[in-house]
């Protein structure tokens, strides 16, 4: 038997117990999954929380949550007055209409009250706008977020002319203006934190169709509603787009056809872990951004000593290159599918992000000889368009580091 039909076995082994081993799941993803049946999909429910260990309690679950994020879509993606299943006109007895939220009729579109749902909608416009010009522009080193997804929502683009259910078309660029979303802070220069994207910008489908990254756009839409202490903040789409390419690749076309619910919750659910390096006054905090910087500055000065002197005499500091790599888990230094492998053992790591820490030092220490020769300008530019590399020889490196 090949080492690869091995690994198979191992998983589907794994994943068909009535009560999934978590820790032998966890060694398994550990060392990257297999791009057959529906192992990654699967074990990243598994591994971010999304599904229990108990196979019987999964169709449950999935049921509830699905059910659960067709609700959000219909209460906070539809347009105030109007809802899937035709509420919003009136009965014809004079009685007020009222949608799925109980948004009364007469709550007008030119309303600026603070209760009213109109206001409420166009204020949602300004983010809207910045979520909009990123997904566009999402992964362009594949053609997938271009292309028609297979299962679109079908109260979404079946509009019949109403304008406002795909949120593309609620902000017109040349109207608004973009809230101001960028991640700031750290007292430092201003570092592009997104740098892998398409020059061009994705085109919308035609009604009754939806590109997939109209479908990202709408799950992050939706989480920064039900988050609005925190909000949309740019880089967050880099951390929803592998997860939701993960699921709605997903060979198993029972849960294809989910790929945008399941994606919104297990993206909620690493949020929940990483939410503190988008938030500005938590950067101290420990599991805030510059902690974890300094816990990489510190381990590469335990391990190559010359190389953190001589970044140090530089003042090169960890944060023009770091603050990427631990923000937005290493999704913009390398292409989509190491992306895929190394989140494989990011997930599977039970601290979650001792690993990380360990893979970015690998990445310092694998550019050993040319960090050591290189002046300012060269090591920033190394460090922030890392070269191309075999993305094991990487991790294997950072399971070497103890």
Known sequence: MSIF?????????????????LKELRRLTFNGVPDVQSFRALSWKLLLGYLGPRRSSWTTTLAQKRALYKQFIEELVLPPGHSCNGAGEGDGDGDVAVDSRGVGLQDHPLSEGPESAWNTFFNDNEFLLQIDKDVRRLCPDIS??????????????????????????????????????????????????????????????????????????????????????????????????????????????????????????????????????????????????????????????????????????????????????????????????DVLRIWDSVFSDEQRFNFLIKICCSMILIQREAILENDFASNVKLLQNYPPIDINVVITHAVSLT
Not at 169 to 198: C, D, F, Q, Y
């Open 144 to 337: 997938f977020f271009q292309q028609p997804t297979e299962y679109p929502c079908d109260i979404v683009v079946h509009s019949k002319g109403e304008h406002g259910r795909r949120l593309h078309e609620r902000v017109v660029p040349t109207v608004l203006s973009s809230a101001n979303v960028e991640r700031k802070g750290l007292g430092m220069t201003k570092i592009n934190l997104i740098t892998k994207r398409s020059v061009e910008t994705y085109a919308a489908m035609e009604d009754g169709q939806e590109a997939h990254w109209e479908v990202v756009q709408r799950i992050l839409f939706i989480y920064a509603k039900l988050n609005p202490g925190q909000g949309y903040v740019q880089g967050m789409n880099e951390i929803v787009g592998p997860i939701y390419y993960v699921m709605a690749s997903d060979p198993d076309l029972s849960y294809r056809a989910h790929a945008e619910a399941d994606c919104f919750f297990c993206f909620t659910a690493l949020m929940s872990e990483i939410r503190d390096f988008f938030i500005k006054t938590l950067d101290d905090a420990e599991g805030g951004i510059k902690f974890m910087m300094g816990l990489l500055s510190n381990m590469l000065k335990t391990k190559d000593i010359d190389i953190y002197e001589h970044l140090k005499s530089q003042e090169l500091h960890p944060q023009y290159y770091s603050f990427r790599w631990l923000t937005l888990l290493l999704s913009q230094e390398f292409p989509l599918p």
């Open 5 to 21: 039909k091995a690994r198979v076995k191992e998983f589907d082994d794994a994943l068909a117990q009535d009560v999934v081993d």
